[in-house]
């Protein structure tokens, strides 16, 4: 999903470049992802673009907690 909302954003046909995308990962290029700035997919290892673990854990942990305080809020209001 996030490649195809990126293409799109991007202005690039979607479809194809999710599917191109898909059939690298296939071939074992497991690092391949769109270069949005030159309308291709390369390996991202080789462009320097990488994710640090710290952020995905951190967009989990905060993603939590909004739940949990929306949770709670219902039930506060239900309650009344």
Known sequence: MI???LSEN??????????????CHNEGQQYAGLNIR???IENMTD????QP?????SA????TECVR???????IVMTR
């Open 10 to 23: 991007a202005g690039m046909d979607p479809i194809l470049f999710v599917t191109e995308l898909r059939n």
């Open 47 to 50: 462009t320097d673009v990488l």
């Open 3 to 5: 490649p195809y909302t």
């Open 38 to 40: 030159k309308n291709t």
């Open 60 to 63: 989990l942990t905060l993603a």
């Open 69 to 75: 305080m929306i949770l709670k809020i219902d039930d």
């Open 53 to 57: 673990t710290l952020v995905s854990v």
